[in-house]
């Protein structure tokens, strides 16, 4: 038997919030009337629907944005039902910038086919942010709409997103983001998408405090009288024998105290002490990051 519907809303539900009560997007809540083509109210049955949002390309061919089929839905005792379609934010950005329609089927009749009048703020509230826009999170799961930032593959209809990144997430576990380009305070260009590997600014170390001890301050005495600290004058005058001019003889007379003049410095070879972790960072708060479907 045929079904009619008298009447069929639509909304796209939003996020609300209430003092302390939040209430977050759930997807399309849709409701009708059911009626045969007798204009009779369908009370207490048990019907299945199908649901297909699309829109229509400059070319107008359908294009499909989300489909939902086989829900039984049991109509109460005056034949309404009501049901929220799961849309999980999917290329919402479609229904954002295009008119989009609801078609709605009962087994295999179609009873509704009908443009979406979306509440314009709830449109932004369920798309605040671009396809592609990443963003801290605090929980473990990503919310509908959004894909964790952990390289893993997303979802096939995400196909904005898939031209954006590729078939997978970006793998931002343990890394920190940073804009592109160059700024006035650095020379170090950042491109898009790409990863830098962690460094150290070009710099130089003065030499602080480090030194070696003074060393090699002496006199050569020997052993066994301090006094023999001299060094002969080879000239041939007064030698031991006598007093001559036979220049290969040592002047025993005349000698001088050998100079202090061992007083230096030694290099330095090596390495400090090491110390340390195996990267730099600076103080931080672990969080998931999600990037927008």
Known sequence: MKTKLLFVMA????ATTFSQTIASASGIAVQGIARDETNTVKANETLSFSFNLYYKN??????????????SIVTDNFGVFSYVIPYNGVNEHKIQNNETFLRISESTVVISDEQLSSVPYAIVAGNGVPTGSIMPFIGTVSPAGWH??????????????????GANSPDLQGMFLRGVGT??????TTT?????DDTFEKHMHDKGTLNTRNAG???HDTAEDDGFNRVLKRNGKET??????????????KSEVISDDGLHHHT??????NRGDGETRPVNYGVHYIIKL
């Open 192 to 196: 898009l998408k790409a990863t830098q």
């Open 240 to 253: 031991s024998a006598s007093q001559d001019n036979s220049a290969s003889e040592p002047n025993v007379r």
């Open 268 to 273: 330095i070879i090596g390495a400090t002490g």
């Open 217 to 219: 301050l002496h006199n």
């Open 183 to 188: 700024n006035s305070l650095t020379s170090i």
């Open 11 to 14: 909304l796209l539900s939003i």
């Open 58 to 71: 400059t070319s107008n061919i359908e294009e499909v944005i989300y489909t939902k089929e086989n829900v």
């Open 148 to 165: 964790l930032c952990d390289g893993t593959a997303l979802p096939v209809n995400a196909v904005v997103l898939i031209a954006m990144v």
